[in-house]
């Protein structure tokens, strides 16, 4: 079974600070992708990456980065941690090709006061 | 940019009625996946729909891909409680079949 492990299931930081979301997957996928997740809004893409240091930006890309250096592990970056960037934050991997389904981990519930 | 829009946004019905949620898109898809989230869960993968006009089934499910490749809809007959949940259709698109992007979900409640 595929595993996709988010490493915080809750975490609460303040204004400004850095804000590392980790996520690794066991499955050799080559697509790893992240999404935050509002009331109302769905479920929006923030950057998304084919491949080792590869990465594309997604819809809402503004005020994250990511670091791809392992096939196994995709890094969402928030450099200056702001209160709208309170969300849930899914992390989800896939092989490449049109026919391959996203595995996505548990989720992370940040908050930033 | 290229937008999957998804009608409606909640649905209520008594258990034991249909239920369908539609999926469109701007843009023409190469292929169209659904999802479904429980409650303080995360996505989880139902199906895929490639070709034209396609239907597949599972159990009572019904997901349809329209002919121009531009719409889908999920079909539940007799809902149980078990449904409960958010579906999501989720789009790649011609050229950019990695870029993933999700409706804004239907977020389905079964009275029983």
């Known amino acids: 079974d595929v595993k996709v492990t988010q490493s915080s299931r809750y975490l609460v930081k303040r204004t400004g600070e850095k804000v590392f979301l980790e996520c690794v997957q066991d499955?050799?996928?080559?697509?790893m992708f992240w999404y935050r997740q509002d009331p109302g809004l769905g479920l929006r893409l923030i950057y998304f990456?084919?491949?080792?240091?590869?990465?594309e930006k997604g819809d809402i890309p503004e005020g994250y980065s990511v670091s791809r250096e392992k096939k196994e592990r995709f890094s969402l970056i928030l450099e200056s941690a702001s209160t709208n960037q309170t969300s849930m934050y899914l992390c989800?991997?896939?092989?490449?090709?049109?026919?391959?389904?996203?595995?996505f981990g548990n989720g992370t519930r940040l908050t930033v006061t | 940019g290229q937008q999957v829009m998804q009608i409606p946004q909640y649905q209520h019905v008594q258990e034991g009625e249909d239920f369908t949620t539609y999926c469109n898109s701007s843009?023409?898809?190469?292929?169209i996946q659904w999802y479904k989230q429980r409650p303080g869960g995360h996505p989880v993968f139902l199906i895929q729909?490639?070709?034209?006009?396609e239907v597949k089934k599972q159990k009572r499910l019904t997901f349809q891909f329209g002919e121009a490749k531009k719409n889908s809809s999920l079909h539940i007959t007799a809902t149980q409680t078990t449904d409960v949940g958010t579906y999501f259709c989720?789009?790649?698109?011609?050229?950019?079949?990695?870029?993933?992007?999700f409706g804004i979900g239907t977020k389905l409640q079964v009275i029983p």
């Open positions: 989800a991997s896939s092989f490449q090709g049109r026919v391959s389904p996203l595995h």
């Open positions: 499955m050799d996928h080559e697509n």
């Open positions: 990456s084919y491949d080792v240091k590869m990465k």
């Open positions: 843009t023409t898809l190469s292929n």
């Open positions: 729909l490639v070709k034209s006009g």
């Open positions: 989720a789009g790649p698109f011609r050229g950019g079949y990695q870029k993933v992007t």
